[in-house]
């Protein structure tokens, strides 16, 4: 069976993940939001957003009707084509070792030849560890950096809105992934890993 329309959000219930995952299943693809937060899942799966964001309860409805999936088990990460991560980050190193041990799992339970998206503020350090991942390589696992650029409360509008930075370790192979965006009628700046973990972390300086 085909995953060319199979999106899994990780960490899809926050504030960065879920109004996103709403938009995606508007434009016609099969969501699933992976997340750990049970209540956040449970007010989703109830139609109730677990915060405010303009306009995103008719989102919701309206996404469940149709194609939105929750689950908290990262193993069914299998079988979709984009692999999308907007989990909040910190600095603690506690918090960038749980980073790191979900990216291991994510490229572990990944089907091979699947898009990895990264829209968390991510270091360029640690977007090159994961390029150089072993596992990544041999499963064919394309990782792009495509950080949010969102102000909470108005995200529905500023996703449509604002063009998205693509980071891609080779900005001339990214066709795939701006095909992916041209289909959500988002357009789309294409540059390099470095450049767009730069463009991400200047656009929270003026945020």
Known sequence: MSN????????????IGLPFSCFIASMGYEVMIIDNNVDALKKINNNEPPF????????IKNANKNNLN?????KNVNNHKYLIVTLGTSSEQVEIDKFRELISELIEFAS?????????????NEI??????????????QLFYC????????????IKDLPQIIGSKDPDD??????????LNIKTFVTSLENAAFLKLFTNAYR
């Open 4 to 15: 060319k329309n199979k999106v899994a959000v990780v960490g899809g219930a926050g504030h």
């Open 52 to 59: 405010f964001e303009e306009g995103l309860e008719d989102y």
């Open 70 to 74: 929750t689950d908290t088990n990262i």
């Open 112 to 124: 091979p030849d699947s898009f990895l998206i990264l829209r968390s503020t991510v270091t360029i």
């Open 128 to 141: 090159n560890k994961i390029n150089a991942d072993k596992l990544l390589n041999e499963k064919n696992i």
């Open 147 to 158: 950080p949010e650029r969102i102000a909470e409360g108005k995200s529905l509008n500023e």
């Open 174 to 183: 990214a066709s795939s992934i701006v095909k992916f965006f041209e289909t």
